[in-house]
Nanobody, 124 residues
Framework: QVQLVESGGGLVQAGGSLRLSCAAS????????MGWFRQAPGKEREFVAA????????YYADSVKGRFTISRDNAKNTVYLQMNSLKPGDTAVYYC?????????????????WGQGTQVTVSS
């Protein structure tokens, strides 16, 4: 098993940047493909970005492509989400998730472990 803890959320103005971190403990994160999801109030959880176990492939939702970058440092058991050019529509609780396989996935049900989430609020 793996435990996931997100950090780095906060309040930022539109156009600003934040970097989220997801620290894994227990079984090393290099055993898992990882993803970021988000959930805004009153909305369903949605896919944001994903990265393969080795880090060689990534995938993004159209809404964040070109603005967000997912990366990982397996030596530190940490996955990152660099968020630039933030918009008010990016306001949500952001969750990282892990799945016990090599490749990434975009459906939340394909992930086995979840963090508790970190709040990101973008003001206009």
């Amino acid at each position: 098993q793996v435990q996931l803890v997100e950090s780095g959320g906060g309040l930022v103005q539109a156009g600003g940047s934040l970097r989220l971190s997801c620290a894994a403990s227990g079984r090393t994160s290099s055993s898992y493909a990882m993803g970021w999801f988000r959930q805004a109030p009153g909305k369903e959880r949605e896919f944001v970005a994903a990265i393969s176990r080795s880090g060689d492939t990534t995938y993004y939702a159209d809404s964040v492509k070109g603005r967000f970058t997912i990366s990982r440092d397996n030596a530190k058991n940490t996955v990152y989400l660099q968020m630039n050019s933030l918009k008010p529509g990016d306001t949500a609780v952001y969750y990282c998730a892990a799945r016990s396989t090599t490749g990434w996935a975009i459906l939340s049900r394909q992930y086995d472990y979840w963090g508790q989430g970190t709040q990101v609020t973008v003001s206009s």
